[in-house]
């Protein structure tokens, strides 16, 4: 399964369209940033990390690859990302993504910015969800190499212990990964990413 497919070079440097964020604070490669508004198509699915990743890309690109009731076809964005459901965070101890094989995962599509809610074509698979996130803060952790629920883990514990050092946003959420390349990119060219939303204290 590809996180990405579309619009991909050998190498697997895409030029998909990806949400507008602004750099509040940068050091090495973690950053806060604050994400413009935006809108997601998402699908939530039960089981492994592994397993959902596949149905939930799945279930995704057939609706941007016309899977709607006008048929349209939607370009790709980056990135795409998953996040569990079924663990909740303190605002001190971030559950980080763990192995559970009755979890639930959601993942999303970022819409292109041309849309808005009114005119996305509207989903004929009822998984799919349309929905609209507002401007938010969010610390990231960028990372190259394969990826996977352990890998994941560390870079988000990484993330957190970097964000106990800061006095003006505290953690809202669960860590997320997110995704920006097809699978046959070669590992040091690979964008991947942890994110963990924030608010100001």
Same mark, same amino acid.
């Given at each position: ?10 190498? =697997? ?10 750099? #509040? ?13 935006? #809108? ?12 959902? %990743? ?42 980080? #993504? ?30 799919? %969800? ?14 190259? =190499? ?32 997110? =995704? ?15 994110? #963990? ?5």
């Amino acid at each position: 399964m590809g996180l990405l497919t579309a619009g991909c070079s050998l190498f =697997g440097k895409g030029s998909e369209e990806q949400p507008s964020y602004q750099v #509040i604070l940068k050091q090495e490669n973690k950053e806060i940033r604050k994400y413009n508004s935006h #809108i997601i198509a998402k699908t939530t699915i039960s089981g492994s990390f592994k397993d959902a %990743q596949s149905e939930g890309f799945r279930i995704l690109a057939g609706y941007i690859f016309g899977k709607n009731k006008s048929q349209q076809k939607i370009a790709m964005t980056a990135p795409v990302v998953q996040k569990s459901e079924s663990e909740k965070i303190s605002m001190t101890a971030p559950v980080l #993504i763990a192995s559970n094989e009755n979890k639930s995962w959601t993942m999303t599509f970022s819409m292109p910015s041309q849309f808005t809610i009114e005119t996305l074509p509207v989903p004929t698979d009822k998984r799919v %969800q349309i929905e609209k996130v507002e401007e938010r803060f969010v610390a990231a952790i960028t990372f190259s =190499g394969f990826w996977g629920e352990s890998k994941n883990a560390e870079e988000a514990k990484k993330l957190k212990e970097w964000m106990k050092g800061n006095q003006e946003y505290e953690l809202i959420s669960e860590a997320m990964f997110a =995704g920006y390349n097809p699978p046959w990119t070669l590992p040091f060219l690979r964008r991947n990413e942890m994110l #963990i939303e924030l608010r100001r204290k």
